[in-house]
């Protein structure tokens, strides 16, 4: 089945290290300018998604103790969804500070997204979805 976000090895161990200190995540993906266009991650319930907004998908970080499920849902606008519908999207992080109110931001880290167009065969597999 084709997923349409998945994280790097690196940005899932900056995730769990955050989750230890925070609890449960999630991202959110929006539009705009400046760190609008970054991924936002939050604890759970900090950012309220409406109708909106779009559930991407879900990470598998693996469970922890403060985080029986190790699920961090993926949202994103859903004017933004309009536009990137047609991309796969890769969470991934990088050295330096981004602005905003991601947890991330006191590590030195920042998330980024990394984009591919789906191939012919995922966009069918997403249509038939």
Request: no cysteine; net charge negative; charged share 15%.
């Given at each position: 089945m084709t997923e349409r976000v998945a994280?790097?090895?690196?940005?899932?161990?900056?995730?769990?290290g955050l989750r230890d200190d925070h609890g449960p995540?999630?991202?959110h993906q929006s539009g705009g300018c400046c760190d609008g266009s970054a991924p936002m991650c939050f604890t759970q319930g900090m950012f309220l998604t409406g109708p909106s907004d779009v559930r991407l998908?879900?990470?598998d970080i693996g469970a922890s103790p403060n985080d029986s499920a190790g699920i961090?849902?993926?949202?994103?606008?859903?004017?933004?969804?309009?536009?990137?519908?047609?991309?796969?999207?890769?969470?991934?992080?990088?050295?330096?500070?981004?602005?905003?109110?991601?947890?991330?931001?006191?590590t030195g880290n920042r998330f980024i997204i990394r984009s591919r167009v789906f191939t012919d065969t995922e966009a069918a597999e997403l249509a038939d979805a």
């Open positions: 994280i790097t090895p690196a940005a899932a161990a900056l995730l769990r995540l999630m991202f998908g879900d990470l961090v849902p993926v949202w994103i606008s859903r004017e933004q969804f309009a536009y990137w519908s047609h991309t796969h999207l890769t969470i991934d992080v990088v050295a330096g500070r981004g602005a905003g109110f991601s947890l991330e931001g006191p």
